[in-house]
Nanobody, 115 residues
Framework: QVQFVESGGGLVHPGESRRLSCAVS????????MGWYRQAQGGARVVVAT???????TYADAVKGRFTISRDNTKNTVFLQMNNLSPQDTAVYYC?????????WGQGTLVTVAS
């Protein structure tokens, strides 16, 4: 059974940093491109960052230079380091394969950026 369990969200102030984690099970993690996605209230879920099996990364323009995606294949975990957060980053953050497995979204972790 495929599972994505996100953690690390919470309330942060503008300019602060946060690190999200996602524990993955049920897939051969090391050979999969993984992604972080986010969905703001009333908006669509969009991809934020991806990381390939060879650690090649891509980022959405909105987060480029502020967010860093990484992975630990020994722990089947993908991370998202978020720096210099702004209120526009407020959203529920999800991880999944890229392209995503539509039927296997986790609960996500809410990040709220407010002063």
């Amino acid at each position: 059974q495929v599972q994505f369990v996100e953690s690390g969200g919470g309330l942060v102030h503008p300019g602060e940093s946060r690190r999200l984690s996602c524990a993955v099970s049920g897939i051969t993690f090391r050979i999969r491109t993984m992604g972080w996605y986010r969905q703001a209230q009333g908006g669509a879920r969009v991809v934020v960052a991806t990381i390939s099996p060879s650690d090649a990364t891509t980022y959405a323009d909105a987060v480029k230079g502020r967010f860093t995606i990484s992975r630990d294949n020994t722990k089947n975990t993908v991370f998202l380091q978020m720096n210099n957060l702004s209120p526009q980053d407020t959203a529920v953050y999800y991880c999944n394969q890229n392209p995503p497995l539509a039927s296997n979204w986790g609960q996500g972790t809410l990040v709220t950026v407010a002063s």
